[in-house]
């Protein structure tokens, strides 16, 4: 009997150090995790998607101009690439080439050219399928070109009159523009663009034919500057692919 006594007491002595030990256990848990840093949760971010689009155009300008007069004609080409929704890259290139004929002199000019500069929207979107654009933009514009007067009149009282000519040179320009000018979609992936140029010079070379009459890519030389007109058609080549969401993790 007393065995019997003896083993029940030392269950219930077990029983209840198994129960102080479960629960200093469950305390030393809620402790640290009450000490623990807190950590906020990972939030899943989703890169906006922009479309982007490749522009090819060309001035039809120069074109009319080269249709009603044979003494001054070119190309001009144009490339743009929106980089965010308002912001286009634009690089722009082409050949003139210019004539001057009259009774004291014939003079020509021909050359290459290249403008590099940005252009940006002004004009919000109504819709995604509102494509139109009013846009405000500058240039850089680089010019190689060789010029010449095959004859010329000098005029001599005494001597009389005769014609010289002078040997073709080659010569180069840099200048800036500033410009603006709208894009308007007539029909699907068709623009057709008008825009008004601010030219002024940055440096020119210094040739052996002074003036230089005509720069290619520039216009006609004036020392103060010039505006220029452009008459451009455009069409739109959609870059705009479906991709992936790509999440990015953030703490």
């Not at 939030?43 to 155009?57: Q, Y």
């Not at 050949?95 to 919000?124: A, E, H, P, V, W």
């Amino acid at each position: 009997m007393k065995r019997l006594i003896y083993y029940c007491f030392f269950v219930l002595i077990s029983l209840y150090g198994l129960g102080t030990s479960a629960q200093e256990i469950d305390s030393s848990r809620f402790q640290s995790a009450a000490e623990r840093p807190f950590l906020p949760k990972k939030v899943k971010k989703v890169r906006p998607h922009i479309d982007h689009d490749l522009r090819v155009g060309v001035d039809i300008h120069n074109l009319i101009l080269g249709f009603i007069s044979p003494y001054r004609t070119g190309l001009d080409l144009s490339l743009e690439y929106n980089v965010k929704p308002d912001i286009s890259i634009v690089l722009e290139g082409g050949y003139n080439f210019y004539k001057k004929d009259n009774k004291r002199i014939t003079y020509l000019s021909q050359g290459n050219y290249m403008r590099l500069g940005l252009d940006y929207n002004l004009r919000k979107s109504s819709g995604k399928n509102d494509h139109d654009m009013y846009y405000i933009g500058f240039r850089y514009g680089f010019s190689l070109f060789e010029q010449e007067v095959p004859e010329y009149l000098l005029l001599n009282g005494y001597w009389g009159n005769s014609t010289e000519r002078m040997a073709s040179e080659a010569g180069y320009a840099h200048w800036v523009e500033f410009l603006t000018g709208f894009k308007v979609e007539i029909l699907k992936n068709w623009f057709l663009g008008m825009g008004i140029r601010f030219k002024t010079f940055i440096k020119r070379s210094k040739t052996g034919i002074e003036p230089v009459q005509f720069v290619p890519g520039y216009a006609r030389n004036y020392n103060s500057g010039v505006m220029d007109f452009n008459y451009t058609i455009y069409y739109n080549i959609p870059l705009n692919y479906k991709k992936k969401k790509m999440a990015v993790y953030e703490r």
